[in-house]
């Protein structure tokens, strides 16, 4: 999770060289916790492996999304004690993004196609040079025709649907070789495999409008709170309730730990362990879809603390 003084920092513009190594060092734990792919997250990347500079960079890209996408439009209405919680859902939301805007965007290209394919012949397949040209030996083979063309053969041959949700793609590209390998008999030229393989990738849910693509902000009311909050609230007496709504969702500046344990004659530690214990639940039993849905969210909470306050 994300410090919350830095975040401060950040959203100030006063963000010292120890705030951003510490957002950084944040960005870093949770790329290693989660096990993203660098290739997908860092566009254009088919290592695997993430170095310090693709962390930065990482954290770059997300800070101009920030910045792009005016994020921080919605902060000054953000409790200052669930800015850590928020932000951290702010970059999960952000890789998601990035997933889904390079699996939208790009699919599998013709060039990527290419290289997955020679991937499986290297490592599945013998290839036989033939008049200067590269050929795959099918090993189902009855004779030693060399085919130039597989128009004819793969007309039949049933497509394999790649949407945004497909993670993997060689397994299917591997199917598709075989499919291939079924419908001929004989050597095919490894150009033409991979140009076959290609038109036998579904990628129409690619060329959908884009508007259809991103759906609206998904409409969010109290009743889809409602396990949620009820968790939360659960056993919240009358006076919790108003030391939460003064600490936590209060609209004026931060009131101090010791304001509060002198207005509700409660010992400082006793009251700072009721606040962390109320802010762990509210972690655990909700993760907002985006920002305007975490927004709503603590909205609805806070309406619910109004009304046990009362």
């Not at 790329?31 to 954290?59: A, F």
């Not at 945004?164 to 299917?172: G, L, M, Q, R, V």
């Not at 655990?284 to 969210?297: L, R, T």
Request: one cysteine or more; glycine letters at 4%.
């Amino acid at each position: 999770m994300f410090k919350e003084e830095y975040i401060l920092d950040l959203l100030s513009g006063q963000l010292t060289q120890k705030g951003y190594a510490s957002i950084v060092g944040s960005i870093g734990s949770m790329v290693r916790r989660y096990q993203w792919q660098k290739n997908i997250v860092v566009s254009g990347s088919h290592d695997s492996n993430w170095s310090d500079d693709d962390i930065i960079e990482l954290s770059q890209q997300f800070f101009e999304w920030i910045i792009a996408k005016n994020k921080l439009a919605y902060v000054n209405k953000v409790p200052s004690e669930y800015l850590s919680y928020y932000f951290t859902q702010m970059f999960v939301s952000f890789v998601a993004s990035r997933i889904k805007e390079e699996q939208q965007n790009i699919g599998v290209s013709f060039q990527k196609c290419q290289i997955i394919v020679k991937e499986i012949c290297d490592e599945d397949y013998t290839t036989v040079s033939h008049l200067g040209r590269l050929y795959i030996s099918n090993p189902m083979a009855t004779t030693k025709q060399w085919i130039d063309d597989l128009e004819d053969n793969i007309k039949y041959i049933a497509h394999y649907p790649i949407t945004e949700k497909t993670k993997h793609y060689k397994p299917i590209i591997k199917l598709a070789i075989e499919d291939i390998l079924l419908s001929t008999d004989g050597y095919i030229l490894t150009d033409v495999l991979a140009s076959a393989v290609f038109q036998l990738l579904d990628q129409s849910a690619f060329s959908l409008n884009d508007e259809n693509k991103e759906t609206a902000t998904i409409q969010t009311d109290e009743a889809n709170y409602t396990s949620s909050i009820t968790r939360i609230i659960e056993g919240v007496s009358k006076v919790e309730a108003h030391i939460y709504l003064d600490y936590i969702f209060q609209d004026s500046g931060k009131v101090s730990l010791s304001d509060l344990a002198s207005k509700y004659n409660m010992p400082k530690s006793t009251l700072h362990k009721k606040i962390e214990d109320f802010k762990k639940k509210i972690y655990s039993s909700y993760i907002p879809e985006n920002e305007e849905d975490g927004i709503s969210f603590l909205q609805c909470l806070a309406n619910k603390l109004d009304e046990i306050a009362k």
